[in-house]
């Protein structure tokens, strides 16, 4: 008798364990990983509500909670536990006019580059007529 109320609560004690290791612990980073995604949201980020609505944040107001979403020019006001998942990242401008610039500098060389080609063909071409 005393080795089958043993094995009884062997049998509860496992079986508990087993659901901490399938169903609570999964949850819990789950729950980590969306609490990371949230504190890590600013405003451009492209996100996916709950109800599968696409926008673009505008707004966050960590006092109470909400997030404004600019879904093709209609704000929206939501819990930001509405918010599923961030489809992508705000990319960030140039913050300064040497930025700006360098990034513009390549575009600029290439361009010189393209119209300085027909120039040279020009004279190569009358050259060949004249004869």
């Known amino acids: 008798m ?24 999964p949850q819990q980073k789950q729950q980590k ?10 405003p451009g980020d492209h ?5 599968r609505l696409h926008g673009v944040v505008a707004e966050i107001d960590q006092q109470k909670r909400t997030v ?7 704000y929206l006001v939501f819990d930001l536990g509405a918010i599923q998942r961030v ?6 401008a ?8 360098a990034e513009a500098e390549p575009t600029a060389k290439a361009d010189a ?3 300085a080609e027909p120039e040279e063909a020009a004279p190569a071409e009358k050259a060949s ?3």
């Open 129 to 131: 007529e004249d004869k």
């Open 113 to 115: 580059e393209q119209s």
């Open 94 to 101: 140039p913050t300064s006019a040497t930025d700006a610039e």
């Open 47 to 51: 996100v996916v509500t709950i109800g």
């Open 2 to 25: 005393q080795s089958s109320g043993m094995s009884s609560i062997l049998l509860i004690v496992l079986m508990v364990a087993l659901m901490y290791f399938f169903m609570i612990r």
């Open 33 to 42: 990983k969306h609490q990371s995604m949230m504190s890590q949201l600013k």
């Open 68 to 74: 404004t979403l600019d879904c093709e020019g209609v």
């Open 87 to 92: 489809e992508a990242q705000a990319t960030e």
